[in-house]
């Protein structure tokens, strides 16, 4: 609590420092996955919403409900036939502590205004109602350029297929993976679902 303050109200600790970084992700038909043999993650939901605003706009708006990753996240529910209540965790694009509240709301897993209690509860750690961000997020590995939201699939696909260690949540089937853009006026959102 006395960290460095960087944008009142956030410090030090709170906003991730810039870095480097990789990831990488193998993508197949499904009959390609099935013939390996091996546990695999099938995309079973996928949306994408931009909300037509920008960081600085002439028109006010709600900085705060994150309406792109209420839309891509209600499109994406939908076509996996789901509902946010499904889902067993998430690995969310969040390049700041507050925004991973403001995207656990707007995602559904809480009611709007109920996600920064529901953290401090322990909802949303290991263990807890819906785990978020169980690879420590961006403050934990910084935030690579480009890189960011093709590793929080890449989180999604080893808890999916049980080989997250430590971090593992127990009995994983759906997770969700967020990307944004700006300050989330654009979001991409998938569901994922483990094939064993």
């Known amino acids: ?48 919403f931009h909300d037509g605003s920008h960081q600085i706009n002439e028109v006010p708006n709600d900085m705060t409900e ?21 889902i067993d965790f998430a690995e969310f694009y969040a390049p700041c502590t507050i925004v991973e509240i403001l995207v656990s709301e707007a995602v559904g897993f809480f009611k709007r205004g109920q996600g920064a209690p529901g953290a401090l509860e322990g909802q949303t750690r290991l263990g807890g109602r819906i785990p978020i961000s ?3 997020g961006l403050t934990s590995r910084g935030h ?12 999604v696909a080893d808890q999916l297929r049980g080989r997250a260690g430590e971090r593992q949540v127990a009995n994983a089937r759906l997770g969700l993976a967020t990307g944004e853009l700006g300050n989330y006026n654009a979001a991409l959102i998938h569901v994922l679902e483990a094939v064993r």
């Not at 420092?17 to 009959?31: K, N, P, Q, T």
């Not at 690579?144 to 989180?155: D, K």
């Open 134 to 136: 169980t690879s420590g």
């Open 1 to 48: 609590m006395a960290q460095r303050p960087i944008v009142e109200p956030l410090g030090l600790y709170d906003v991730p420092g810039r870095s480097d970084g990789a990831a990488c992700l193998v993508l197949a038909s499904e009959e390609v996955a099935k013939s390996l043999g091996k546990p695999y993650v099938l995309v079973r939901g996928r949306g994408f």
């Open 144 to 155: 690579p350029a480009y890189v960011t939201s093709l590793y929080n699939m890449v989180e």
């Open 66 to 86: 994150l309406i792109a990753a209420k839309e891509a996240s209600a499109t994406a529910y939908k076509q996996a036939g789901i509902s946010a209540s499904d």
